[in-house]
């Protein structure tokens, strides 16, 4: 069985501060992971996915990831967050996309 | 290409009545997935298609609900006699098949359902 952990349901964060939003996984075959990110009244959209290869996964608006298989995590980091990356983020796993519960980053002027 | 798109956006509906939602994928797509999203959760999968072939449901589909995609393009999905439980966010999304796990799946807006 395949469950994804967001252990943040909110992250408050300064304008041009760094943040990471944490995902945990857990599965008993090969691991396929996504973020998403959710902006108000909108679709989801693909931040980034790890399939394979390189585990640090670079993906738009500057958002990158790392697949950390040791501790079974896929970290979304961004060095330098702006009002617009104000939004819900979602990790999922395998392409049936299961998703965790969403973080929702407020970034603040 | 216009991505993926559904209609309506937002229906408000009375408990006991019936809806039904359609989505049209990206065009050279030949897989759609239907999705349902709760406040303040994340998506959940409710059912497949590859082509016309609904190839999984969830059991979160209960036998009130009906998906089809008769040609291989667009998808409905029906619900009967609505309850107050079923008013959430339904997503419909549709990817092309380049291997299973390398898929990328391209979401439409979203049809907000609100049963009164």
């Known amino acids: 069985a395949q469950s994804v952990t967001q252990l943040d349901s909110q992250v408050p964060v300064f304008e041009e501060a760094p943040v990471e939003l944490r995902c945990n996984y857990s599965?008993?075959?090969?691991?396929?992971l996504f973020w998403y990110v959710q902006y108000p009244n909108q679709g989801l959209q693909l931040l980034l996915k790890?399939?394979?290869?390189?585990?640090l996964v670079k993906g738009i608006n500057g958002f990158e990831a790392e697949f950390n298989k040791s501790q079974t995590s896929f970290h979304l980091r961004k060095p330098s967050v702006h009002i617009s990356d104000t939004a819900e983020y979602f990790c999922?796993?395998?392409?049936?996309?299961?998703f965790g519960t969403g973080t929702r980053l407020q970034v603040f002027p | 290409d216009t991505g993926v798109s559904q209609n309506p956006r937002h229906k408000i509906t009375k408990r006991g009545q019936n809806v039904t939602f359609r989505c049209d994928p990206i065009s050279e797509h030949n897989r759609l997935y239907w999705y349902r999203q709760t406040l303040g959760q994340g998506p959940e999968f409710l059912t497949y298609f590859q082509n016309e072939a609904q190839l999984e449901k969830s059991r979160l589909l209960s036998d009130r609900f009906s998906a089809e995609r008769p040609k291989g393009s667009f998808s409905t999905l029906e619900i009967q006699r609505t309850e107050q439980g079923d008013s959430a966010m339904y997503l419909c999304?549709?990817?092309?098949?380049?291997?299973?796990?390398?898929?990328?799946?391209?979401f439409g807006p979203g049809t907000r359902l609100l049963v009164l």
């Open positions: 999922a796993v395998r392409a049936k996309l299961i």
């Open positions: 790890y399939l394979s290869g390189s585990t």
């Open positions: 599965s008993s075959v090969s691991v396929y």
């Open positions: 999304a549709s990817s092309s098949t380049g291997g299973w796990y390398q898929e990328t799946q391209y």
